[in-house]
């Protein structure tokens, strides 16, 4: 499904891949594991067509990223960044406001299944009434994986999702995105997410 090949990648004269390869099969859940600076949080880039590598090819079902299909690639990703960086917004005009783009609007969301999936990740349904800058980190967490529920994409990108969480909620997350029919390449440093369907990949 996703295929990452012969990628070299470097910033100021520093080098974060070389001919690097990696390939991932639908609905695979993997867990990458490298050290701070090794390019974790690139290869999201990469895939979102944020940055390009300087040589090398990324293919999505088969079809290769290219300037001219990034909508396509951004389409088919749900993508939920470390520092959830939401702008100053009511939540719910924020969810309100995500839906209405041209992109978005086919899919459903509405008040009961969005206050059913908070229910899950025990957020009271008061939140919808704050502003994201009254959130705390695990509650902007948590709202940021709930978009990517409802946007329903085939591919997820989690970069931390669980770093501001207790142990419990950590369980329940993880638990939750190991039971969705999905690709999920997850970052974190949480041990909780060494499981026994999560498969690691390490440089």
């Not at 229910?119 to 948590?142: A, C, D, I, M, P």
């Amino acid at each position: 499904m996703i295929e990452f090949k012969n990628i070299h990648l470097s910033f100021d004269e520093k080098t974060i891949f070389k001919d690097f390869n990696m390939n991932i099969k639908e609905g695979e859940k993997v867990l990458l594991s490298a050290p701070s600076g090794k390019g974790k949080s690139s290869l999201f880039k990469l895939l979102l067509g944020f940055i390009r590598p300087n040589e090398g090819e990324i293919f999505l079902k088969e079809k290769k990223l290219q300037r001219s299909n990034l909508p396509y690639f951004r389409k088919y990703i749900g993508y939920v960044s470390q520092d959830v960086d939401f702008r100053n917004h009511g939540v719910w005009d924020l969810l309100v406001e995500i839906f209405s783009y041209k992109q978005n609007r086919g899919l459903e969301m509405n008040r009961g299944k969005v206050l059913a999936i908070m229910e899950y990740f025990n957020l009271s349904k008061s939140l919808l009434e704050k502003e994201v800058n009254q959130l705390s980190g695990g509650e902007r967490q948590r709202l940021g994986l709930i978009i990517c529920i409802l946007l329903d994409r085939p591919l997820w990108l989690l970069d931390e999702v669980t770093s501001g969480l207790d142990k419990e909620m950590k369980e329940k997350v993880v638990d939750y995105v190991l039971k969705q029919d999905k690709t999920v390449l997850i970052i974190s440093h949480d041990k909780i997410w060494h499981k026994e369907h999560i498969r690691i990949e390490e440089w």
